[in-house]
């Protein structure tokens, strides 16, 4: 149980164009979703954390209007990168917990290349 | 002070050894404490979690909890080389988790 996934696992994009990636929550419902980006070598940084129906906490540092999430139902959240830049280039892993689950269940991850 | 430390290793054991990962943290109100391992180029998985003083046993892992001191550890007994992997030790603080920079662990045949 609690399988998290992602679409696409990898993308490729031109400079100034906005990609959008999907996180889903497979056997369980997902109260809260979570954003993470994690550059070669470092740890995981979190960048937003969403819950059903309302507007994500995005952590200090992270622009809320280049990182557009969004978590309309219970198994389905999705991270925009709007006007992606070379920058950006990274990899975004989501992961979704619920209530009374003891830890959160991670997405294998989309590996964004921005040309 | 990093809210979450890990030495950034490469940590080298033979196979067959005892490998251990330390984690120490800064916020003394945190109450559960995880291990995740990363393999390269893939997301983490959960090894195990803690949130009492002491030793917790899973299989081949072991996690150690110390609040006293601030310090959570992960024993991995009888390495194998598919145990080379990032590890990472996560503190929950407030719902979120705080990640280390995790320990890149080499188990040599």
């Known amino acids: 149980g609690a399988v998290v996934s992602q679409h696409p696992s990898r993308v490729i994009c031109k400079s100034g164009t906005s990609v959008k990636i999907e996180c889903r929550s497979l056997d369980f419902q997902a109260t809260t979703m979570f954003w993470y980006r994690q550059f070669p070598k470092q740890s995981l940084m979190l960048m937003a954390t969403?819950?059903?129906?309302?507007?994500?906490?995005?952590e200090q540092g992270v622009e809320k209007d280049k990182f557009l999430i969004n978590h309309a139902s219970l198994t389905l959240s999705t991270l925009t990168v709007t006007s992606a830049h070379p920058e950006d280039s990274s990899f975004y892993i989501c992961?979704?917990?619920?209530?009374?689950?003891?830890?959160?269940?991670f997405g294998p991850g989309t590996r964004l290349l921005v040309l | 002070q990093k809210e979450v430390e890990q030495n950034s290793g490469p940590l080298s054991v033979p196979e067959g050894a005892i490998a251990s990962l330390n984690c120490t943290y800064s916020?003394?109100?945190?109450?559960?404490f995880f291990w995740y391992r990363q393999y390269s180029g893939k997301s983490p998985e959960l090894i195990m979690f803690i949130y009492s003083n002491g030793d917790k046993e899973d299989g081949r892992f072991t996690a150690q909890l110390n609040k006293a001191s601030q310090y959570v550890s992960l024993l991995i007994r009888d390495s194998q080389p598919s145990d080379s992997a990032t590890y990472l030790c996560a503190v929950n603080q407030g719902g979120k988790l705080i990640f280390g920079q995790g320990t890149e662990l080499s188990v040599k045949p």
């Open positions: 969403s819950n059903e129906g309302s507007k994500a906490t995005y």
């Open positions: 916020d003394r109100g945190s109450q559960s």
């Open positions: 992961s979704a917990s619920s209530t009374g689950m003891e830890t959160q269940y």
